[in-house]
């Protein structure tokens, strides 16, 4: 791969990158984690407080790319049909079809996804796994790119369904969103309000950067990208160390190992590198993993948590030097 082509690759990413903070205020980690997972085509779990910006950050993204955008409100009574769609009776030709649902999208926001409980979170997995869906014993490919972007509020645990490890694995990042630092919450009250009313997400100043295609182009040149074999090693030695560290019950298993080379290989791209480094390994440990593992109960009762964990293991491995 030309370094021609990787420089292109990045100016384009660097322009998305652009596009979406005129929409979202500072999150400069999280926006580019999003387009890590998106280069990786990956599915994001994204957790923080309301009115953070996930929404807007969805909608700017979809907008800087022409994709299509849907979103659903996950709430107890959700049912799998909703999310995939069904099949139904049309009067006039007396037949059966098939009525698509919200799934069939480019970006896919599910809002609030633990609010449902887990019969109506598992429709979600065979389109997260396998980029289709299953209707009435008939397969439907959904359009490329398809990315799952849920979101799930970290203080609210009345009236949730925490999600199975099997679909949290299915995640390739768990990307955590943060209150914005003063300077820049002084700067989303004075964008947010001024010569506004309600509650309105405006994306208007957001301006399409490349067609869906493209992002497809994308994705393949960033699988292009080189890893060398001592890279493969180093992330080894990081998941394994996960199933055996003081205070980790539960540890990271092969597909986190896996996770971690594909965000790896995206942070290059958009980087403008045509090989992966120690340090983009490192950069991505916490979105890859977080949610791959599971704190033993007296280390969570102590109010460890599992950033601390894995950043305390991180500096126990030597990473490769040349």
Known sequence: MSEQAIAQASKTLQ???AEISKAVVGQQAVIDQILIAL??????????????GKTLLVQALAKTIQGTFRRIQFTPDLMPGDITGHAMYDMK???????????????????????APAKTQAALLEVMQEQQVTIEARSFPVTAPFMT???????????TYPLPEAQLDRFLFKVCMDYPQPEEEIQLLQQVTQSCSGESLDVSQVNAVIPPATVVKLQRTAAQVQVDSKIHEYVVQIVSNTRQWSGISNGAGPRGGIAMIRAARARALLNGHNFVTPDDVKAIVLPALRHRILLSPEWEIEGHDADAVLNN??????????
């Open 39 to 52: 280069l990786a085509a990956g599915h994001t779990l994204i957790e923080g407080v309301p009115g953070l």
């Open 15 to 17: 322009n998305i990158r």
């Open 93 to 115: 030709t007396e037949q059966f079809r098939i009525r698509k649902g919200p799934v069939f999208t480019h970006l896919l926001l599910a809002d609030e996804i633990n609010r």
């Open 149 to 159: 972007l849920a979101t799930q509020n970290p203080i609210e645990q009345e009236g």
């Open 313 to 322: 293991l991180l500096s126990q491995v030597s990473a490769p030097r040349d």
